[in-house]
């Protein structure tokens, strides 16, 4: 069994930046398609960003450009670089995975990803 913790949640004003961090422990990220979904408060859980096994990146329209998901093969590691974040990035972000290295293209729902961490809150004031 996967197991997923998310650090790096916090509140920042609009226009800053945030890092978050998904540890992964009892699988090798190298063989996983990884990524971060988002929910906000009265709205759908949606997918972020996500990343293959080899390195590959796709992003939901509304973060190109913004956010960068990256992860750290020596330390198992995902992350999210969030930057110019705005007052309708506020969200709870979830870190997913699914045990297969290669990702579906874009959009991504919930059922393609079996396994989640218990999320990360992001708040972003104007």
């Known amino acids: 069994q996967v197991r997923l913790v998310e650090s790096g949640g916090d509140s920042v004003q609009a226009g800053g930046s945030l890092r978050l961090s998904c540890a992964v422990s009892e699988y090798i990220i190298t063989k996983l398609c990884m990524g971060w979904f988002r929910q906000a408060p009265g709205k759908e859980r949606e997918g972020v960003a996500v990343?293959?096994?080899?390195?590959?990146?796709n992003y939901e329209n509304s973060v190109k450009g913004r956010f960068t998901i990256s992860k750290d093969n020596a330390d198992n590691t995902l992350f999210l670089q969030m930057d110019n974040l705005k007052p309708e990035d506020t969200a709870m972000y979830y870190c997913v995975t699914v045990l297969q290295p290669y990702c579906k293209l874009y959009p991504w729902h919930r059922s393609d990803f079996p396994f989640w961490g218990q999320g990360t809150q992001v708040t972003v004031s104007s």
């Open positions: 990343i293959d096994a080899g390195g590959s990146t």
